[in-house]
C-alpha cells in the first residue's frame, strides 16, 4: 500500500501543486497566481495529500508494522485488508 501511495502521488500530480503553489511568493507581487487560483491549488494539493498519499501510506506501514512488533504470524484477517486495498485503488482512481 505504500507503495501504491508513492505511485498515485506522482500520478495525482500532488508534487506539481506544490511547486506551483511555492512559484508564488518566490515572484515579485504574487504576478504568477491570483489569490482565487493559489486558493483552488492549496485545496487540491492538501485533500490530494491527505486522501491519497499520506494516510495510505501510514496504513500501509501499520498494516506491515503491527504484525511484526506483536509477533504474530501474519495478519489476523489478510482477505479483510486486501479488500480495503482494492477499495482504496478503486477510489483512487474515480476520483
Same mark, same amino acid.
Given at each position: 500500500?505504500?507503495?501504491?501511495?508513492?505511485?498515485?502521488?506522482?500520478?495525482?500530480?500532488?508534487?506539481?501543486?506544490?511547486?506551483?503553489?511555492?512559484?508564488?511568493?518566490?515572484?515579485?507581487?504574487? +504576478?504568477?497566481?491570483?489569490?482565487?487560483?493559489?486558493?483552488?491549488?492549496?485545496?487540491?494539493?492538501?485533500?490530494? +495529500?491527505?486522501?491519497?498519499?499520506?494516510?495510505?501510506?501510514?496504513?500501509?506501514?501499520?498494516?506491515?508494522?503491527?504484525?511484526?512488533?506483536?509477533?504474530?504470524?501474519?495478519?489476523?484477517?489478510?482477505?479483510?485488508?486486501?479488500?480495503?486495498?482494492?477499495?482504496?485503488?478503486?477510489?483512487?482512481? +474515480?476520483?
Amino acid at each position: 500500500m505504500t507503495g501504491t501511495s508513492l505511485v498515485l502521488m506522482s500520478l495525482a500530480g500532488v508534487g506539481v501543486l506544490a511547486l506551483l503553489m511555492r512559484s508564488r511568493p518566490a515572484l515579485p507581487d504574487g +504576478t504568477f497566481l491570483d489569490a482565487h487560483t493559489y486558493n483552488q491549488l492549496f485545496t487540491m494539493h492538501g485533500s490530494g +495529500t491527505i486522501y491519497t498519499v499520506t494516510t495510505p501510506f501510514a496504513l500501509g506501514l501499520g498494516v506491515y508494522l503491527v504484525p511484526l512488533q506483536i509477533g504474530a504470524p501474519g495478519l489476523a484477517m489478510p482477505r479483510t485488508t486486501l479488500l480495503g486495498y482494492w477499495l482504496y485503488v478503486g477510489g483512487a482512481g +474515480t476520483g
